[in-house]
């Protein structure tokens, strides 16, 4: 029995031995909702970025400021020497920056960008981000296609606008989107605004129940919103409403997070997503860290992903498939 203990510590011994021999470099990616596909894929994408390039990703979700901070701590202690970051709130940024600095660890900021105490972008923390004005302006456009499609008068159609303004990307998004729209030539006043407390389905489920209640004459709604879900909630709530899916046309951002909507089997007011890149921003950003870790090239302190294709239950199948999603 002894021996057969002795050998199993020296086994152990040994593969700790040329573990910490062989250790491959170790990187972070932090996400602050795993439960949205559209992080779920960039983590795919940061791992087999990893794989190729001998790297390790670490992946822990960070809901919280406090899971943030333990995170970075858990990072360092593993050994990893630095980490990408969707921050779970953007004031965050200062702490992240001063606790990955007490670890040496660098960082680069992914999707949301940090701000500082007063407020400001923190530009010196390199970071990749969608179009976001851009992808906005373009869900406005799609949205007053489809609108003109079903022949639809401006005089009986209002907008719903469901916004989470603290957010940069998504104020840039929501106010792209309503610019857009207006410049087509949709009435100002009937674009009714109203903030979501959480940025996922319940949360833009109640912002939207409680605006079109005041409005119970528009016969058509055009749904705008940050991403998916956003959508998504103020779709539920027209049906909650009543309104059948012919008078209801959301246009979501993400793709990823409509695969389950787009896959039902009758059309619903969601008509479709702006599908941008995921799949870039996982794999960008490890590429981007790891040659910042490995050979001291620091990243570009601001890198933009452009390009958005409209997923619809027409197209998704083929259109994720291109993109190897
Ligand atoms: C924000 C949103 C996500 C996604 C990313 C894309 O983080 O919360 O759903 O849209 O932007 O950059």
């Known amino acids: 029995m002894k021996s057969v203990g002795k050998t199993f510590l020296l086994a152990g011994l040994v593969a700790s031995t040329l573990g910490s021999a062989w250790a491959a470099e170790k990187l972070g990616y932090l996400v602050k909702q795993p439960e949205e596909p559209w992080f779920q894929t960039e983590w795919a994408f940061a791992d087999k970025t990893g794989k190729a390039l001998g790297v390790e990703i670490i992946k822990i979700a960070v809901p919280d400021g406090e899971k943030t901070l333990n995170a970075i701590d858990t990072l360092a202690a593993s050994g990893a020497k630095g980490f990408v970051i969707c921050t779970p709130d953007p004031k965050l940024g200062p702490a992240i920056v001063a606790k990955a600095k007490s670890h040496g660890l660098k960082v680069i900021a992914v999707d949301d960008q940090f701000v500082n105490a007063k407020g400001q972008p923190m530009t010196e923390v390199p970071l990749v981000m969608m179009a976001a004005t851009k992808i906005g302006e373009r869900q406005g456009n799609e949205l007053w296609a489809e609108m003109k499609k079903r022949g639809w008068k401006p005089a009986e159609t209002a907008a719903l606008a469901i916004t989470?303004?603290?957010?940069?990307?998504?104020?840039?998004?929501?106010?792209?989107?309503?610019?857009?729209?207006?410049?087509?030539?949709?009435?100002?006043?009937?674009?009714?605004?109203?903030?979501?407390?959480?940025?996922?389905?319940?949360?833009?489920?109640?912002?939207?129940?409680?605006?079109?209640?005041?409005?119970?004459?528009?016969?058509?709604?055009?749904?705008?919103?940050?991403?998916?879900?956003?959508?998504?909630?103020?779709?539920?709530?027209?049906?909650?409403?009543?309104?059948?899916?012919?008078?209801?046309?959301?246009?979501?951002?993400?793709?990823?997070?409509?695969?389950n909507e787009l896959s039902k089997s009758k059309p619903t007011g969601f008509y479709g997503s702006l599908l941008p890149s995921p799949d870039v921003h996982g794999s960008k950003t490890v590429q981007m860290l790891h040659a910042w870790v490995a050979k001291g090239v620091a990243p570009a302190k601001f890198t933009e992903v452009t390009d958005a294709v409209l997923i619809t239950r027409a197209n998704f199948k083929v259109e994720l498939k291109k993109k190897g999603l």
């Open 164 to 259: 989470a303004n603290e957010l940069d990307t998504a104020r840039r998004r929501t106010d792209g989107s309503m610019a857009a729209l207006k410049k087509a030539g949709f009435p100002a006043a009937q674009i009714y605004t109203v903030p979501t407390k959480s940025n996922d389905i319940p949360g833009a489920l109640d912002a939207a129940n409680s605006m079109l209640v005041q409005h119970p004459n528009v016969k058509h709604w055009l749904v705008i919103g940050m991403n998916d879900n956003t959508v998504l909630g103020g779709v539920r709530a027209t049906e909650g409403q009543g309104f059948k899916a012919e008078n209801v046309i959301g246009i979501g951002i993400n793709g990823v997070d409509a695969v």
